[in-house]
């Protein structure tokens, strides 16, 4: 099994998608607070994914992008 992670980042939300051998799943939305960061750090470590892509948006994506480095999460910021 092969997952990918694309993460669409706003100042309140962010919005996941998985894609699993190249089907994605549905988009799922988190708040942008310590407890939505630590949600989707559970939900992304249990698919172990090759790479999670996000935007950098503004300010925004600097607590989430931390929260998943610390995870050991393979992310990259992208602008948009």
Known sequence: ????VGI???AKTFDVVVRID?????VEQ????????????????KFAPELVVMEATGIY???????LA?????VSVINP
């Open 8 to 10: 669409d980042v706003a």
């Open 30 to 45: 988190f708040s942008q607070t310590p407890d939505g960061h630590a949600a989707v750090v559970r939900k992304l470590q």
């Open 22 to 26: 190249g089907k994605p799943n549905k």
């Open 61 to 67: 994506y600097l607590d989430l992008a931390v929260a």
């Open 70 to 74: 610390k995870a050991n999460l393979p």
């Open 1 to 4: 099994m092969s997952a990918f």
